[in-house]
């Protein structure tokens, strides 16, 4: 009878085990999908608060390396947020991500670079560098929505 008691505990301590969400599980496209929504607005907010820095519409100047170095961070691997079956759903990549990768790499690449000139531009204090390198930065972004993400609906 003990010995039933304990293996039934052992048992439901298994079951349990196995319903417990794992950090190594293979995650849900639709939370991969919102996910990578969720870092592209952040990407999209150090974006347009650094531009309004940029553009002297606001006074925050001493923030601007930290949107900088957000930005560094945040554009580490875009790829990496574009598995493969996170294709489908509520999301505005297109095929082509998944289809030419090597090309939305280079995109993704090309960006990355971009954000690390601006980054150098905003050490170096340079209003014009600054200026120049976060156009740069945004011409990339919309380089790459423009052949690999669709049109808000
Ligand atoms: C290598 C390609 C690539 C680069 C570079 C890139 N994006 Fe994106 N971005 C995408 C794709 C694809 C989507 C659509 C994601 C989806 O709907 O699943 C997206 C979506 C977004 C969104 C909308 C997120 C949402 O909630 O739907 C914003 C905002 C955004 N990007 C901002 C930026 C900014 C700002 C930059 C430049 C600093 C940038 N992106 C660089 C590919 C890129």
Redesign the pocket.
Known sequence: MKQHITRTLIFTGMMLAALAPSGLSAAEPEDV?KY??NM??A??GH?SAAGAIVQGKVDYTPHLAEHARA?QVL?KD?PALFPKDSDFGD???MDV?WTKRAD?EK??KT?KIR?AAFAKAVQSGNPQAITASFKD?GE??KG??KD??KEEK
Do not use: Y
């Open positions: 999908i990578r929504k592209m607005q990407i999209g974006t930005l554009t875009i999301t505005e990549a991500v939305f995109a993704a960006a954000v930065m990339a972004c790459c929505h690999f993400r």
